[in-house]
């Protein structure tokens, strides 16, 4: 591969932020609309904003799958192994990411009183990531993403190691074109894969990630902006459009396209205004947002609309707790973690090999007379 551009995209760390943010007030809104009644001003305002909440929370999410398209192809130019990939990835989520599962497990039972699914086996299950694979319940329903995301790592490493990702395109076209079989073979009443394959396969989600990557590889200099990319940025879009997930939604097709554009203006730099302060504050502080809003917010809100409180605070005073427990999360957690994961990562792994010199002879060399 050739080298990536020494320029950092900050305005990634800001769309992070946005997409975290973007999940957060949908839910939020949501549990406002049910709580407190859609026809309070703030709520019915927000929802007519948002055009829906389930629809924005969804955007969002598809923007946080074309960002690790992007950004787990740059990961993997910076890998010299398969464990420096995996070390890379778990010192990343993990950390977090038990503390988010800790977090959930004891808002659901202390400030919800709602019995946990499962138990404390179904905890234990949720700690591991891999809860879907053993048929178990999420703690918290956004970790659903966390799977896909999972997954898309794994085929990614895979092509990868098989030293096909310089050729990705030959991997991902067929793969596009199984997503649209299964997509049209689901409508249509069609021999298709059954629910575990296709979640294997990641055959609804797929179009999004090769678009990052795609991205990533304007961004490395291994593409060019011509019309062999923007052809297969329009496949990617229209796999999407016809897979099983989107059901050949117009409207989808119409929000894939904008996020599409959206990362195009960012990798050309022309919106380096993202890059501020607040918003790479947010960009660094999105994924602990991200894996523990769900029922700290819903429990705060609920308890302040039983006390009575003014509607904006009953709104805002959860969006301000979750922003400071994430950050708390990020900042005494996740950073922490991840730089010691890392540094003991690399006082353990085996020295590369070194590389010989072009003109060196492979012979010994003789001993003095």
């Given at each position: ?296 917010g819903k429990a705060i809100l609920i308890r302040l609309h039983a006390l009575g409180a003014p509607e904006p605070l009953i709104y805002l005073v959860p969006i301000a707790a979750c922003l400071v ?45």
């Amino acid at each position: 591969m050739e080298s990536a551009r020494k320029r950092r995209v900050t305005e990634l760390d800001a769309f992070r932020g946005l997409a975290a943010l973007g999940v957060m007030l949908a839910h939020f809104n949501a549990y406002y609309a049910v709580t407190a009644g859609p026809d309070l001003p703030w709520t019915s305002a927000i929802a007519h904003a948002m055009q829906g909440s389930v629809l924005f929370a969804n955007t969002c999410v598809r923007l946080f799958f074309v960002i690790s398209g992007f950004v787990i192809s740059y990961s993997l130019l910076r890998s010299n192994t398969a464990v420096d990939f995996i070390v890379s990835r778990a010192s990343r989520l993990f950390p977090a990411y038990w503390v988010a599962v800790v977090i959930s497990a004891l808002t659901l039972t202390y400030a919800l009183n709602t019995p946990i699914e499962g138990g404390l086996t179904n905890v234990f299950w949720n700690l591991t990531m891999c809860q879907w694979w053993v048929h178990k319940p999420y703690l918290d329903p956004v970790y659903w993403t966390l799977t896909i995301e999972s997954v898309f790592y794994l085929w990614a490493l895979i092509v990868w190691r098989l030293g096909l990702f310089p050729r990705v395109d030959l991997v991902a076209i067929p793969w596009l074109l199984a997503g649209v079989y299964q997509g049209v073979a689901l409508r249509n009443g069609l021999p298709h894969l059954d629910g575990f394959w296709q979640r294997s396969l990641i055959l609804d989600f797929m179009p999004l990630f090769y678009i990052g990557i795609l991205y990533f590889r304007l961004y490395a200099g291994q593409i060019a902006a011509g019309p062999r990319f923007y052809a297969l940025i329009a496949a990617a879009l229209l796999a999407r459009y016809f897979s099983a997930y989107s059901g050949m939604n117009l409207n989808a097709l119409l929000i894939d396209t904008a996020i599409a554009t959206a990362f195009g203006l960012m990798v050309s730099g022309r919106l380096t205004l993202l890059a501020n302060p607040v918003l790479l504050w947010l960009g660094a502080v999105s994924y602990s947002l991200y894996i523990t809003h769900h029922f700290v917010g819903k429990a705060i809100l609920i308890r302040l609309h039983a006390l009575g409180a003014p509607e904006p605070l009953i709104y805002l005073v959860p969006i301000a707790a979750c922003l400071v427990l994430a950050t708390a999360v990020t900042y005494l957690v996740e950073q922490p973690a991840l730089g010691l994961i890392r540094s003991l990562y690399k006082r353990l792994r085996p020295p590369p090999a070194p590389i010989p010199h072009p003109g060196a002879s492979n012979k010994p060399a003789s001993k003095a007379a």
